[in-house]
């Protein structure tokens, strides 16, 4: 595996479920982030974590919960979802997230309905 | 008023026309822009960055900054159908507080042959 993956692809579930979205990335960076992707939005920083310890965390729902066990692996814990939560997760990583030259890699994405 | 603001389009154009993209900005501390290209059902890549102000090619694609209209353009030279995707601006103020990347909408962009 290259670049930067995410497992499920695709995700339905209810507004009661428990799932978790996960993101590994295999380029040796310190950094990975989880964005929000919506139609006609722009792309919503939701964490970011460097050297595995959480470094921004912009005004998310408690009903999303990141993990960051080691610089590779990215996990987003999911639970009491809302429908307006259906979206496009994206993973991304990068080198260094203070240096601000703002070149991440994104992984695919999972796209996610909740009923 | 938003911080960046891209047209989101749908662009249409005939294959083998010059395609220009746009996006304008607010914060005159922007000093680091990127233009990145999602194909559908993927995550964005990135296409072009650029440091400050002038102008960057690569291939077929030209970027330019300029700081003084606080305007970004991506010049698509001989288009193919296969740069149909969306084109999203990205910016950022540089490192420490000003580290966080501001996104475009995207522009939608379909080159037919």
């Known amino acids: 595996e290259t670049g930067v993956t995410q497992t499920p692809r695709h995700l339905v579930m209810g507004m009661t479920n428990k799932k978790s979205l996960k993101c590994e990335q295999h380029l040796g960076h310190n950094a990975m982030y989880w964005y929000k992707q919506s139609a006609k939005k722009p792309l919503e920083l939701m964490f970011v974590?460097?050297?595995?310890?959480?470094?921004e965390n912009n005004s998310v729902p408690s009903r999303f919960s990141p993990e960051c066990p080691n610089s590779s692996h990215l996990f987003l814990h999911l639970h009491t979802l809302q429908p307006e939560d259906s979206a496009l997760y994206l993973c991304?990583?990068?080198?260094?997230?203070?240096?601000?030259?703002?070149?991440?890699?994104f992984g695919p994405g999972t796209r996610l309905l909740v009923l | 008023q938003k911080e960046v603001e891209q047209d989101p389009g749908p662009l249409s154009v005939p294959e083998g026309a010059i395609v220009s993209l746009n996006c304008t900005y607010s914060?005159?501390?922007?000093?680091?822009f990127m233009w990145y290209r999602q194909y559908s059902r993927k995550g964005p890549e990135l296409l072009m960055y650029t440091y400050s102000s002038g102008n960057k090619e690569d291939g077929r694609f030209t970027a330019q900054v300029d700081k003084s209209s606080k305007y970004i353009s991506l010049f698509i030279r001989d288009s193919q159908p296969s740069d149909s995707a969306t084109y999203l601006c990205a910016m950022s103020a540089g490192a420490g507080n000003n580290r966080k990347l501001i996104w475009g909408l995207g522009t939608s962009l379909a080159v037919n042959p």
């Open positions: 974590y460097s050297l595995e310890e959480r470094v």
């Open positions: 991304a990583s990068s080198q260094d997230p203070l240096a601000g030259s703002g070149t991440q890699y």
């Open positions: 914060n005159s501390a922007f000093q680091y």
